[in-house]
């Protein structure tokens, strides 16, 4: 019963992609993700565990990223299924192309169809076309499934997704078989924490809270991304971002929306384009290129009127 | 094993001596040496099993060995040391044995959805090494396996702290380690710092000023004065001088760099005064002598009133840095008692704790939301049968333009016609509920705040409702309806009856309908009279849920109000049944006529 830890799927966090490596399959660039100690144990212990990984944090904390990362890491396949408010739990695991069967069948009636597509016509597998879920339990390796912003769908979305999640298996009825997963994936759910997800649904996960990182961390993930900027930059920058964030934290209060991590990078980006000492002047004075990060009316009339008088 | 032992111990007279041996044949002899060595196999053969034997009894005792190591292991996670000092009697696996089952229970008592799998988890990942070297590591386990959101959080930072038994100090290290309170803290702290290292240094800096310029005053004034004083008057001065010195070391002491250079002049001023008044002997003056007096006195105070509110602004500031730090030891815990009382009743509302930015401590959180998660008897209804009980009102009914295929209907149709001709369309589904709540605020209703605000967050948040909209008035409603809780926001009846409030609408009013005031207040009845006739014109399903139980109704407003308008107390059965209205199933109990004489 006591099972030791696979060596090989454990995350450490410490694989990164180089700079100007490109993903395999969008061929969109990759950047690193350093993750903090407590979100690489609490992955290790989902993937041990096999139950899947709630995640709850800021809107561009990285939730998403982070799903992304272990896939790049483990080196194992990566199915993403991106909730929208109409999702419905069944369109995960399969759907069903009753439309298209019933065109082949009109066609077949009136003798268009060649006499190879008729055997194609007659197994209703070739009518199942499986959804990111379903793609997943089918596959030979374990694969990373990320199910994104669940929150934004219908109670009844996590409600309907009970008996996927607990046993791995669903069963397609136009088929009438039941589809076992023989390596249980390894799921990352995120959510915006807008809704309250059932109790039911939350007692099967683990649940890990994405806390905003420090300084130090914030200087290294800007040094990752961006490799040859000065780390002087890097530490100025993310000390006025900080002392912004402060800000709006002590006049909003806990609720209201604060600069975030994808924020910064996006600041950080336009920031370091410039030469370094132009740069470091532009932070010494009025918040430079703050559309990035204030993003409304209140905040900026706030904010930009309010760093002025610091000038002494 | 008879043959055995014969063989081991063969009977004395078989043998034989070496005398008679050599008279026997040769072949007897290579017999008995057959014999002998048959023998001899047997027993090495035996001897083999029993090695055997010895080393599964070998590899056994290892087994139990190492378990019992586990075992030893875990309990000492659990107290905490690594030499368990407490003596564990343990000759079968008892039920309390079991390594965390007292926090597991106790937090499922607290509330916590906890089934016997996530027990088990837990126990599994404990085994493989998770959680292991710290208390912090095993927080951070159970945490992730059994807190799904912060306000069990609280309740489980608390239970955690009591049970593993740790002292204060650390459970703030624990409580710190739990993220959500923790950013927030981290951050204030973080400039906070910075804050108060600036103030510090400008304080440093103005007493640095302020001592250079005493110390100019004092050696203004003695120098003139040297030629003029006797002995006697520089005993004085010297005597005043070390009266004000010492309040110097006293207070200026921490800064020291500065301090030590500024002390030193003093110092020499003093050395100096006794070696050059001694030549001179200056004839006495009272009069200068008195103003001196004067003047040093004046200085003395002046130094001290500056030492003594610098020391405050320090303190202020000490405690304003180890407030958010949470990483506070008991002694320190006495600076913030200054703001405690406010922070107190911040954290005693209800559990959106996390959104109002208390810099209480983690304790305090804790405790208030144990006690309103856990004792269940607090309110009279749970917040999982309120969330259950409004999404039930969900209505995802299918109305309006038909957009949708139906694609069965459709294949029916065509099975029924034998042709495709036309397909089959139906009105997609859409959440339509629209539920209003009218809520009683303040006076009487004052006491049952917490349980109200419970009831509509609950609809807004967990319900799934399409809309869920408040609005507030006082004992009853004439003219205006209020937008805020504090009833400042107001909007004319009409206009709500007019636009706001549609055939669709359920509505809930919360109130105690003068059951509180336990009178019978005329007045107030026709007016809820008035008011709740208009109503039932504009809206689809009225009830009125009230705070109290029914049977104190009996004899007041409320129990005339509840002969016309569905009225019920907020527990399970009566929630149910207002549940129930709202959705249209209005079932008038014959017996509530009974209870009102």
Redesign the interface.
Known sequence: ?????DPELTYTGKKQPKPGERDTRTNRPLFPYLPSK?II??V??AI??E?PL?LKGEPGCGKTRLAQAVAYELNLPFEAWYVKSTSRAQDGLYTYD??GR?RDG?LAANKLLKSEDLNRISDPVTYIKWGPLGRAFKSERRTVLLIDEIDKA??DFPNDLLLELDELRFVVEELDQEIEARFPPIVFITSNDE??LP?AF??R????????P??ERLVMILQGMFPETSEELSNKAVKRF??L??EM??LG???TKKASTSELIDWFRVLQRYPKDEALSKLEGKLPFASVLVKSWEDHQRYLQQTEPDLL | MDKLRKIINPPKNSKLDTEHLKALPVETLVMMISNHQEILDQLQQQQQQTENHHQLLEQLIQQQQIHQQEIERLKSIITGTTNSSTTWQYSSLDRRELPLFELYSCLQDAGL???LG?YV?VI??L????GLPNQQ?LS??C???W????EEEHVFNYHFSKIIRVNSASFSDIAK?S??Q???H???A??EKIIAQTTRKGLIGIATMSIILLTALIGLKFFPNSQETSLNSENSQTTELEETGDPDSEEFSTPEPVNGEAFLRPESEKSSQPESPSPTKPPPQNIPQVSVVLLSSLLGSMLLGTGVSWLLLQKVTVAKKTQPDDGIDSGSTTKTNISRPEMNTIGREDIQI????SKTEEQENAVASAKALGQNEYFPLTR?QM?QGW?YL?Q?IREGPKVE?D?ED??NQ?GRQGL?IKPVMRPSRS?RTDLVFLVDQDGSMVPFQSLTQRLVDTAK??G?LANASVYYFHNCPVNYLYHDSLRQEAEPLKSFLNERFSLRTSLVIISDAGAARGSVNPIRIKKTKAFLTQLNQYVRYLVWLNPLPQERWRHTAAGEIAKFVPMYEVNRTGFQRAIEVLRGRYKPITKRLEVLP
């Open positions: 019963m006591v099972t030791a830890l407590d144990e609490v290790n212990l041990f565990l139950r709630l009753t439309v019933l009109q219908d109670i809704k309250d109790d939350l007692r996960c683990l649940f890990h809270y994405i806390a905003f420090e300084h900080l002392e964030r402060y934290q002590k209060g806990f609720t | 959805p906890l089934g996530e988890q599994k990942a085994q493989v090494g998770f590591g951070r386990l945490r992730a396996l807190v799904k959101n912060s380690t993220t959500q923790s950013t927030l981290r951050e204030v973080y400039v996390a959104e109002t930015i999982r969330k999404r969900r995802n295929l694609i459709t294949v065509i495709f959440n948040r967990a799934h």
